[in-house]
């Protein structure tokens, strides 16, 4: 089917909830993928930090396969090895927690994380009132109720309320404001190291850690969202571990099983004792082939050291960019980021220049307007990095004689 096609028929037959970017893919290979008219692209977005491994890496094709031959789903009334394989390997990337819960999703993760949260405080606890989740501002959780709620922006709220009770937004990065929200009504403080939706802010790591002793002497929950920023993707396998913290509770999503789909949270033994039988559930959370690919993921991530991977390029990255906005002062406003999570932020309007990106064969993200998001796979060699950054560079310079 021809590229224009596929566009007819989206605008005909979906419901028109993106704004999609002009490309239809058909194959992808590692760091490469093809359009449907036989053009390559680096990839620079790998789904939205899901692809970490690249696209159809071959052991996870291996895993796959076989398990696809065995066996496919057979609910959560009955054990899996893929399912314990996984967990156990999850809990093997931390050194303080010791369960976890899986589910299909990003969002899913965090109302799983929340529901968690809510009934440690209120049964395991007996605090009846400690209810409120505290969230930042430019904070992004997901898009059902419970997540709508926490991310609190009024944008993504508007026509769906009412949204559920019990949310409370601070201003990211000011402790002062985040000391003054915590009561004795609130159960947890929910926050991303690095905000993906947000625009790549990156929190400070002084901050994150004053955030989590606050909760420590109130007696609240620290919680992490890790969906985008997880899994190597900040140079450590967890974004909470780059700031020297130790969350009672963690979500993930993107990465898990590089493209399936599939999420989860990963809790200390303590905090585990808010679920009891029957207090959560899914019918397909960690099926046998999500599991399989997934468990297969952490190994290799952790295999080939990934994380190490993601802070030596990310460093590539940053620092060239850094350095050609100082030779070339006006060009670009700031670079941010934590290991293969970066923003590139242009003084203006970045549309032109991210659609020339991709016209040459560039595929990353525009958020906001005016920053680049990069989340390439953490399989993306020095090459493939090198080369984006000459075809950026030779845009901005460009742009900057226009
Ligand atoms: C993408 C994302 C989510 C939502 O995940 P979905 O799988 O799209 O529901 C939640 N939190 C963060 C930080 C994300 O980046």
């Known amino acids: 089917m021809s590229y224009e096609s596929i566009v007819a028929d989206d605008q005909k037959y979906i419901i028109q909830t993106y704004g999609r970017y002009p490309v239809a893919f058909a194959r992808g290979e590692g760091a490469h993928m093809w359009d449907v008219n036989g053009r390559e692209y680096v990839d620079l977005l790998a789904g939205i930090a899901v692809t970490s491994l690249g696209h159809c890496h071959p052991e996870l094709v291996d895993v796959l396969s076989t398990q696809m031959q ?3 789903h057979t609910s ?15 809990v093997g990337t931390t ?6 819960f899986f589910c299909n999703s990003g969002a899913e993760a965090n109302e799983t994380l929340i529901k968690l949260a809510r009934r440690y405080m209120t049964r395991v606890k007996g605090r009846e009132e400690a209810v409120d989740i505290i969230t930042l501002s430019g904070c992004f959780h997901g898009r059902t ?3 709508l709620a926490a991310t609190g ?6 026509g769906f309320r009412p949204l559920p009770a019990g949310f409370k937004q601070v201003e990211a990065g000011n402790i002062e404001a985040m000391a003054a929200a915590i009561d004795e009504k609130t159960c947890a403080v ?3 190291v690095v905000q993906g939706e947000g625009g790549v802010i990156v929190l400070d790591d002084d901050y994150v850690r004053a955030v989590e002793k606050l909760c420590r002497e109130r007696d609240v929950l620290f919680c992490c969202d890790e969906v985008q920023a997880g899994m190597c993707r900040t140079g450590a396998f967890w974004a909470y571990q780059t700031c020297g913290v130790k969350p009672d509770i963690i979500s993930m999503a993107k990465a898990l099983a590089n493209g399936l789909p599939m999420g989860g949270i990963m809790a200390t033994e303590e905090v585990s004792r808010g ?6 559930g899914t019918t397909f959370g960690a099926g046998l082939l999500t599991s399989a690919v997934a468990a297969r993921v952490v190994e290799i991530m952790q295999r080939d050291n990934l994380a190490e991977r993601a802070r030596v390029l990310g460093r590539r990255i940053m620092d060239r960019a850094r350095a050609f906005m100082e030779t070339h002062p006006g060009t670009i406003r700031e670079v941010r980021g934590k290991g293969l999570f970066i923003g590139i932020e242009l003084p203006s309007d970045a549309h032109k220049v991210w659609s020339d990106l991709l016209e040459a064969g560039y595929l990353c993200n525009l958020c906001h307007g005016s920053t680049l998001r990069l989340l390439p796979p953490l399989i993306i060699t020095e090459d493939d990095v090198d080369a984006f950054m000459d075809a950026l560079e030779a845009r901005l310079l460009q742009e900057s004689r226009a």
Do not use: I, K
């Not at 050194?95 to 976890?100: A, G, K, L």
């Not at 922006?153 to 508007?158: H, K, T, V």
């Open 153 to 158: 922006r009024d944008s993504l709220a508007d």
């Open 76 to 90: 959560n009334l009955v054990y899996t090895e893929p399912q314990t394989e996984l967990a156990r390997r999850l």
């Open 275 to 280: 679920f009891v039988a029957g207090s959560h």
């Open 145 to 147: 109720f419970g997540a």
């Open 70 to 72: 065995a066996l496919w």
């Open 95 to 100: 050194d303080h927690m010791s369960r976890c």
């Open 190 to 192: 929910l926050l991303e």
